[in-house]
């Protein structure tokens, strides 16, 4: 449900800020930049798009754990080893917000991107 509402939310800030552009002063200034508007569209766009992937990797983290003793790709270890540093693993009923803010920090330091790096070489 969080992803859904985050990626919903991503939707409605993919349309163009150009669409609210409105003449104003009499029609003498007939374009108006909406330039401000779509940087700060785009601000809260990448933070969302953060906690998407942040989730998914929290989910995906907490599927592998659950499906030991099989073991996941290196890369893949190393990412879910590198967010378990911080984030316990399956466990108890318990509130997921503190883990999943964890998880969200964990995407945008990079420090998921270098896990996976460590094991593959450079992917960006």
């Known amino acids: 449900y969080t992803q859904a509402a985050i990626v919903s ?6 349309t163009p800020a150009s669409v609210d552009s ?4 009499a029609m003498q200034e007939d374009h108006v930049s909406m330039g401000w508007s779509a940087a700060r569209k785009l601000r809260r766009a990448i ?3 953060g ?5 998914e990797l929290y989910t ?10 099989l073991t996941p790709a290196p890369a893949t270890a190393a990412v879910r080893d590198g967010l378990r540093e911080s984030v316990e693993g399956p466990g108890t009923d318990r509130w997921l917000a503190p ?3 964890e998880a969200v920090q964990y995407v945008a330091s990079g420090r ?6 460590s094991v593959t070489g450079a992917l960006v």
Request: proline fraction near 5%.
């Open 9 to 14: 939310e991503l939707k409605r800030l993919a």
């Open 22 to 25: 409105i003449p104003s002063s």
């Open 47 to 49: 933070d969302g798009l």
């Open 51 to 55: 906690r998407v992937l942040a989730v």
């Open 60 to 69: 995906a983290a907490r599927a592998l754990d659950l499906r030991a003793p």
């Open 99 to 101: 883990e999943i803010e």
């Open 112 to 117: 998921a991107l270098a896990a996976a790096e």
